[in-house]
C-alpha cells in the first residue's frame, strides 16, 4: 500500500506547476530575470528532493528510487499542464542529490564546463546526460540507483529529441555569458 502512496505523491509533487504559482507567468514562454531563474532551479531541485524523501520515509530504498523515476516524469508530463513540462534535468539533480550526491556535483561541474566550451543549453545538457549515465556506473554502488540513473537519463534524452534536428541546424543562440553577468550587477 505504500508504494501507491509513492507513485501518486512524488508524480503529484513532480506535476504541480509551481513556477507558474511562484512567478506568476509560463517560465518557458517568457523573459526571465536571474533571480527567477534561480528561483526555478531552487523549486525544481526542492522537488526531486522532496519526493525522493519521501519515497525513502515510506518504502526505503526502492521507494526512494521509484519516487525519484516518477518525479521526473510528473515534472516532464505534468496533467495539470496538458501532459507537457520542461527537460526534467534538475527535478533529476534534485532527486539524485538524496540517491548518489558525489555524481550530482560531478554532474553540475560537467555542466558548467560544457556550457563555457559550448555555449549551448541544448548540447550542455545532452552531454551532461550522456556523461551522467557512463559515470553512474562508476560512481553508484547501489544497483537501483544505477538503474534510476539510466532510466532518467533515458526519459531526459527522450523528451529532448524533437529538439536535436535544431542544433544541427543552429537555430538555438549560444548562451551569452556577457548579458547574464551585467544582469547580475
Known amino acids: 500500500m505504500h508504494f501507491v502512496y509513492i507513485v501518486a505523491g512524488a508524480y503529484l509533487m513532480g506535476a504541480l506547476p509551481l513556477h507558474l504559482w511562484a512567478l506568476g507567468k509560463h517560465p518557458f514562454r517568457s ?3 536571474p533571480r527567477e531563474y534561480f528561483l526555478m532551479i531552487v523549486i525544481d531541485l ?10 525513502m520515509a515510506l518504502g526505503g530504498w526502492p521507494g526512494a528510487c521509484l519516487a525519484a523515476v516518477l518525479v521526473v516524469a510528473g515534472s516532464m508530463y505534468s496533467v495539470f499542464l496538458g501532459f507537457q513540462g520542461n527537460y526534467g534535468l534538475t527535478v533529476a539533480a534534485g532527486a539524485l542529490l538524496i540517491l548518489s550526491p558525489v555524481l550530482v556535483l560531478v554532474g ?32 553508484v554502488t547501489h544497483f537501483y540507483a544505477w538503474l534510476v540513473i539510466l532510466v532518467l537519463g533515458s526519459l531526459i534524452l527522450f523528451r529532448m529529441k524533437p529538439n536535436w534536428r535544431h542544433i544541427r541546424r543552429n537555430l538555438e543562440p549560444p548562451y551569452r555569458f556577457k548579458k547574464f553577468f551585467r544582469r547580475i550587477h
Open 31 to 33: 523573459r526571465l530575470q
Open 46 to 55: 526542492v522537488k526531486g528532493m522532496a519526493a525522493t524523501l519521501f519515497g
Open 108 to 139: 553540475i561541474i560537467i555542466y558548467f564546463f560544457s556550457l563555457l566550451f559550448t555555449r549551448y543549453l541544448f548540447l550542455s545538457t545532452l552531454l551532461t546526460t550522456m556523461a551522467m549515465i557512463v559515470l553512474g556506473l562508476i560512481l
